[in-house]
């Protein structure tokens, strides 16, 4: 079977479970704001900022991306954020999008939940009704500051519940155990919201991590999760459970230095429910269709394995029963003809 080509990826109709909307800040954009709110960058142009990417593992990779953030000031800022984000989205046959928000990462700096999450929203609105994208927001909380600050936040965002499908947790996760986070996901839960968390890839602790989400918090999904393949036990209770992963190709590479293609099929061969997804396109130079390209052309992924993948996006959406529906006959139509 022959790799699947750039002109079935491109026209291929899309979910994407995994990205983190101040991960999709773009060089022009990061300009622009800076120069809107009075900000001065330590960068001449654009370019600069692709060639200051020096990035290798998590902790390098956050430095960069919590600074670049403070461009993001007001409504309308992230607003411009999501609507570009949903833009390339659609522009790539992205059709159903949960992405992820960091409030912390805002709040922390003086700005308000309600600006962060009303600018967001307005641009779930508007990618809706012009683009055709529809959107469920997941707020996460921060894993290097505390269970109270996290706490905290899930408060301030009780108002917004209607505009939130599910809380995740991300940023640096060396000595930042699921545990620590129990009791806020419980309330979470408790609240009507779905669980996700990162386990991201070779972290410190990372099998012990992936248990704690598993028994302790009973998440929905696990974001990222290669290093279940260490664990026989642990990978026979993801499959058991069909929960998700949203797995991020590109991200990978740069972050451990590998694509994890065979780490994908694997998942694929056992029927656990994998998934492809960018992670933070802007700073790892690739949305979904050149994630999907890269297990094309560097590891052979053929049409049927995109297509069993696409679909495990779809059913593991927390989308509604009536969008998750439509979203698979889509796909099957798609598929059927190609
Ligand atoms: N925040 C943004 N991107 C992240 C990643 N890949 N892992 C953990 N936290 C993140
Ligand atoms: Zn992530």
Redesign the pocket.
Known sequence: MSSASNSFIAQLPKAELHV?L??TLEPDLLFELAERNGIELPYNTPADVVAAYDFYD?PS??AI?YKAMQVLCTEQDFYDLAFAYFSKAAAQNVVYVEP?F?PQAHTSRGVEFGTVIDGIHRAQVDAQAQLGVTSNLIM?FLRDMSAESAQLHLQVAEPYLDWIIGVGL????KDNPPAKFAAVFKDARAMGLKLTM?C?VNQQDIVDHMWECLELIDVDRI??GINALDDPRLLKMIKERGLGLTI?PI?NRF?VQNLTGEEIRQFLQVGIKATVNS??PAYFRGYMNENLQALAQDAGFTNAELGTLTRNAFEICWADNKTKNALLAQLDEYLAAA
């Open positions: 983190h101040e991960g998590l990779f956050l991306y992820f960091d996460c991300d940023s640096d996760e990162h991201d974001d990222h991020c991200s972050v992670d933070d």
